[in-house]
């Protein structure tokens, strides 16, 4: 859907508690998730412009969220 919200706490609302805490603690997950939801306001903010920009730049910035949302992801089971 477009101008969904894919925040990590959207994403993945088991790990609230533990978002919170690496977001505090933990200076890589933050620059990592702060890098994610950058993008992911962008995305929104360019879908919600009915996506002023090439179809193949939308398909990247979507994909480099993914690879984010995915090394985020990742983070927190290990860190679970």
Do not use: C, W
């Amino acid at each position: 859907m477009l101008g969904e919200k894919h925040s990590l706490l959207n994403e993945f609302p088991e790990f609230n508690e533990l978002i919170h805490s690496l977001a505090k603690h933990d200076a890589h997950f933050k620059k990592t998730m702060q890098r994610y939801d950058d993008m992911d306001k962008e995305i929104r903010s360019l879908e919600l412009q009915d996506s002023p920009i090439e179809d193949a730049d939308m398909h990247e910035k979507k994909h480099q969220r993914a690879v984010l949302k995915d090394e985020l992801y990742d983070f927190l089971k290990a860190s679970a």
